[in-house]
C-alpha cells in the first residue's frame, strides 16, 4: 500500500521561509511525476509546482523564483521550499505524486492528507 506522508509545514511571518517534504512510502515500482498543490480557504485547488521524473521543474507563475521544488529519487522524497512567503500562500498544501504499483502497470495518481501553512502579515 503506497502512502504520502508531508511534514513542514506550520506558521511564518511574511518574507519568511518554510520547506514542505512529503515522502512516498511503501511498495511500489516506479515514481513518476511529483508535485505541490494549495487550496487556501474558499478557494478551489491549485497546482503550485512539479518536477518531472526527470528532475524537470515548472511553477506557477505567483510563485516563481520564490518557491523551488525538488526530488531525492533515492529517498523518494519530493521538497518544495518556500522563501519570501506572502499572506496569500496561506493554505493547506498537497503532496501529489505518480507512482507505478508494479513494472508494466499503469502509473497512478497518489494525493497525501494536507499540511497547513500559515503566513502572518
Known amino acids: 500500500q503506497v502512502q504520502l506522508v508531508e511534514s513542514g509545514g506550520g506558521s511564518a511571518q511574511a518574507g519568511g521561509s518554510l520547506r514542505l517534504s512529503c515522502v512516498v512510502a511503501g511498495t511500489f515500482s516506479s515514481l513518476g511525476g511529483m508535485g505541490w498543490y494549495r487550496q487556501a480557504p474558499g478557494k478551489e485547488r491549485e497546482r503550485v509546482a512539479g518536477?518531472?521524473?526527470?528532475?524537470?521543474?515548472n511553477y506557477i507563475d505567483s510563485v516563481k523564483g520564490r518557491f523551488t521544488i525538488s526530488r531525492d529519487n533515492a529517498k523518494n522524497t519530493v521538497y518544495l521550499q518556500m522563501d519570501s512567503l506572502k499572506p496569500e500562500g496561506k493554505a493547506v498544501y498537497y503532496c501529489?505524486?505518480?507512482?507505478?504499483?508494479?513494472?508494466?502497470?499503469?502509473?497512478?495518481?497518489?494525493w497525501g492528507p494536507g499540511t497547513q501553512v500559515t503566513v502572518s502579515p
Open positions: 501529489t505524486a505518480g507512482v507505478q504499483p508494479y513494472p508494466l502497470y499503469t502509473f497512478q495518481g497518489y
Open positions: 518536477v518531472s521524473s526527470g528532475g524537470r521543474p
